[in-house]
């Protein structure tokens, strides 16, 4: 599968909206793991690495910053900004969150435990990696 922006549901209210994601329907995969990504100073990124086989899925819950793809080929730049959109990251693929805004709140679910060894944190060896595959 390829990186897309996935639409989740947004219940809007008068009360205030709602929106949400389950297994199998939203996410195209089953979540092993939730983290979240916070208090970021201004000026620091995130991320920096590429996982090998890990799949996640990026929400900005609140505020915004961009999330910047690369494929071994290409750059990719999407910026996060609503709560109702999710970020598909398959494996593979290098990864840098940028461009915090204050109090912003990154959620990041994800098909995987957490595992050192599925990092890739070398951009040279992934892009020879890419280039074999
Ligand atoms: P890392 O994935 O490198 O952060 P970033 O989101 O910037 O890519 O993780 C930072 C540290 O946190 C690293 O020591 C591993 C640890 N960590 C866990 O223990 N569990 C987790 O689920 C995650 C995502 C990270």
Same mark, same amino acid.
């Given at each position: 599968m390829?990186i897309?922006?996935? &639409?989740? /549901?947004k219940?809007? !209210?008068?009360?205030g =909206?709602? +929106?949400?994601f389950? *297994?199998?329907? &939203?996410? /195209?995969?089953?979540?092993k793991?939730t983290y979240?990504? #916070? %208090?970021? /100073?201004? $000026?620091? #990124?995130? $991320? ?13 819950l +609140?505020?915004s910053? !961009?999330?910047?793809?690369? %494929?071994? @080929? ?6 996060? =900004?609503?709560? #109702? #959109? $999710?970020?598909?990251?398959p494996? @593979? ?5 940028? *461009?915090?805004?204050? *109090?912003?709140?990154?959620?990041i ?7 050192? +060894?599925?990092?890739i944190? %070398?951009?040279d060896m992934?892009k020879?990696?890419?280039? =074999?595959?």
């Amino acid at each position: 599968m390829e990186i897309k922006i996935i &639409h989740l /549901p947004k219940i809007e !209210d008068e009360r205030g =909206n709602l +929106s949400f994601f389950q *297994n199998n329907s &939203h996410i /195209p995969f089953v979540i092993k793991r939730t983290y979240w990504i #916070y %208090d970021v /100073p201004g $000026g620091e #990124y995130r $991320g920096g690495h590429a996982f090998k086989e890990q799949q996640e899925v990026i929400i900005a819950l +609140s505020g915004s910053f !961009d999330v910047v793809l690369h %494929d071994g @080929k290409q750059e990719h730049r999407f910026l996060l =900004n609503r709560s #109702y #959109y $999710g970020l598909y990251i398959p494996g @593979k693929i290098w990864r840098s969150l940028e *461009n915090f805004s204050t *109090n912003s709140l990154a959620l990041i679910v994800s098909d995987m435990d957490f595992s050192e +060894s599925d990092y890739i944190r %070398d951009f040279d060896m992934f892009k020879k990696l890419k280039a =074999n595959a």
